[in-house]
C-alpha cells in the first residue's frame, strides 16, 4: 500500500458516516422472521446477521454509524443496546438507533430505503459528514470500507456502488451493472435474462451488493429530487441508483479490492443469507475444518453481545452415552451428552443422551429430549424437542410438521411442536 493510499484509509473514514439500512421483514426466511427482522437473526453461533455489517464499519475506521430499524425492530434494538452502547460519543463516536417515526404522516412507514434515509435528513445534517456509506444490514462478509471509500476519491465521481463478480449464468438473479473501461457504470439492469459480462471476463457479470458510497450534498440533493418525483418508490436499486447510472455520475467498486480475509485460490466470501437453504448452507459452512468464513482471524474481529456464560460441556462416558461433537461448533452454555455431526450449536443449548444430531443449526435455548434423530435441520430459539422425535429421514412426515425447503431442510419452530401434542 502506497504511502497516500494509506493516508487516505486512516482520514477519510473519519470524514464519513455509515448508515444501516436493518428494516428488512426478510420474509423468505420464513418463521425464523415471525418476531425479529432478517438482521436480527441469529448467525455462526454467537453473532446476529448485522453484526458483520457493524465490524466491518469498526474495523475499517468508521465509528459514526446510523442504524434505521422498521419492522420487528424490539429484538434487533435490544441486541444494539447490549452489544454496540460501548462506542465514545464524546470523542464523536457512536452507534444512533434511527426507528421509523412516520415522519410523513401518521399512516406512512418508510417507504423505500431511499425514502428511509430523506426521512432522516435533519440527523444526517447534524452529523456534517463529507461522505455518506450506505450499507445493507442483512449480508454476512468482511469489507474494509476504507478502502472502498479512498477508490471512491480515486474515481472522482458522487456515486460509487459495491458490485460482487459472479458468474453470469448466476447473475441473472441480481442487480447486474455494465461498466467500461474505467468502471464506470454505463447500464443497471435488474435481474436481466441475458446480464451483461466485465470487460475482459466474459464468463462473469458484476453484481450489485447493495452497498453504496456518496458525497454528502450529492446524496442529500438526489433525495430532494426523488422525494419530489410522485412516481418514485423511493428506493435506492429502483430509483436513485438508476438515475445516477443514466446521468453518468456512478462507478463500480469491485468486491475483490476491498474483501477481507480471502484465501489464494478461494472466492471472496459474501453471502446473503435470505432463505432457509442458504441460511443453513451458510451456518454447516463454519462446521468445515477449513470454511471459508474465517471467525478466527482477530485482525478483523466481528464484534456481538453475548451474556456471560460457562463452557460448553460434554457429559457421561458410557459405551452408549457420551457427549461426542465431530466437526461441530458449540458456545457457551451448552450441555451434551447425546452426539453431534457437523452440527451448530448457539448459547445454552442442551442435547440430552441417546440423541443424535446431525448436518443441523440450533438456535440458543434448544432443548433436545432423549432419543431425538435430527437431520439437516434449522431448529428456532427456545424449541423444545420431544425424546424420541425423528426429523429428516421421512421427507413427507417432515413436510406434513414442519416447513420443509425443496432441499430437504427442514425449520422447526415452538409452534410447529405444540401441534403435534
Known amino acids: 500500500m502506497n504511502s497516500d493510499l494509506l493516508a487516505q484509509t486512516l482520514d477519510l473514514p473519519k470524514r464519513a458516516v455509515a448508515l444501516v439500512l436493518a428494516g428488512g421483514r426478510g420474509s423468505r ?10 438482521p436480527a437473526v441469529y448467525f455462526g453461533g454467537k453473532f446476529r446477521i448485522i453484526d458483520f455489517a457493524l465490524s466491518n464499519c469498526l474495523n475499517s475506521g468508521i465509528r459514526r454509524i446510523g442504524v434505521i430499524t422498521q419492522y420487528k425492530s424490539h429484538s434487533l434494538l435490544r441486541h444494539l443496546q447490549r452489544g454496540w452502547a460501548f462506542m465514545k460519543t464524546e470523542m464523536n463516536e457512536f452507534v444512533d438507533l434511527l426507528p421509523a417515526q412516520q415522519r410523513i404522516d401518521e399512516e406512512s412507514w418508510y417507504r423505500g430505503t431511499a425514502d428511509a434515509v430523506s426521512q432522516n435528513q435533519d440527523i444526517l445534517d447534524s452529523y456534517g459528514a463529507d461522505y455518506v456509506v450506505v450499507l445493507a444490514g442483512d449480508h454476512v462478509y468482511k469489507m474494509n470500507y476504507a478502502l472502498m471509500l479512498a477508490d471512491h476519491v480515486a474515481l472522482g465521481r458522487p456515486c460509487t456502488v459495491g458490485c460482487i463478480e459472479v458468474p453470469r449464468s448466476e447473475a441473472s438473479a441480481f442487480g447486474v451493472m455494465a461498466i467500461d473501461g474505467q468502471r464506470r457504470i454505463v447500464d443497471f439492469v435488474e435481474k436481466p435474462a441475458d446480464p451483461p459480462a466485465m470487460p475482459g471476463r466474459p464468463d462473469h457479470a458484476l453484481a450489485s451488493m447493495g452497498i453504496y458510497v456518496f458525497d454528502a450534498a450529492f446524496l442529500y440533493e438526489e433525495l430532494r429530487r426523488d422525494m419530489a418525483d410522485p412516481n418514485s418508490s423511493h428506493d435506492f436499486g429502483k430509483d436513485i441508483i438508476p438515475r445516477i447510472v443514466r446521468e453518468g455520475n456512478a462507478d463500480a467498486h469491485p468486491f475483490s479490492i476491498s474483501c477481507v480475509g480471502t484465501e489464494e485460490g478461494r472466492d471472496d466470501y459474501w453471502r446473503d443469507v435470505g432463505t432457509i437453504d442458504a441460511y443453513w448452507d451458510a451456518n454447516i459452512d463454519l462446521t468445515a475444518t477449513h470454511p471459508q468464513l474465517n471467525l478466527y482471524d482477530r485482525r478483523w474481529p ?6 456471560q456464560l460457562p463452557p460448553g460441556k460434554f457429559v457421561h462416558n458410557q459405551d452408549d452415552r457420551r457427549g461426542l461433537a465431530i466437526e461441530s461448533l458449540v458456545s457457551g452454555g451448552c450441555i451434551v451428552s447425546g452426539q453431534l455431526f457437523r452440527t451448530l450449536l448457539f448459547s445454552s443449548v442442551r442435547v440430552h443422551s441417546y440423541s443424535r444430531v446431525e448436518w443441523s443449526v440450533l438456535l440458543p435455548h434448544v432443548q433436545v429430549g432423549r432419543g431425538v434423530r435430527l437431520h439437516r435441520a434449522v431448529v428456532d430459539r427456545g424449541v423444545e ?18 416447513f420443509r425447503t425443496s432441499n430437504g431442510v427442514t425449520l422447526i419452530t415452538q409452534a410447529m411442536i405444540d401441534r403435534l401434542t
Open 385 to 402: 424437542l420431544p425424546d424420541g422425535l425423528v426429523v429428516g429421514e421421512d421427507a413427507a412426515a417432515d413436510a406434513r410438521r414442519f
Open 29 to 38: 426466511l420464513h418463521n425464523l422472521t415471525d418476531t425479529r427482522a432478517k
Open 302 to 307: 466481528i464484534l456481538t453481545y453475548q451474556p
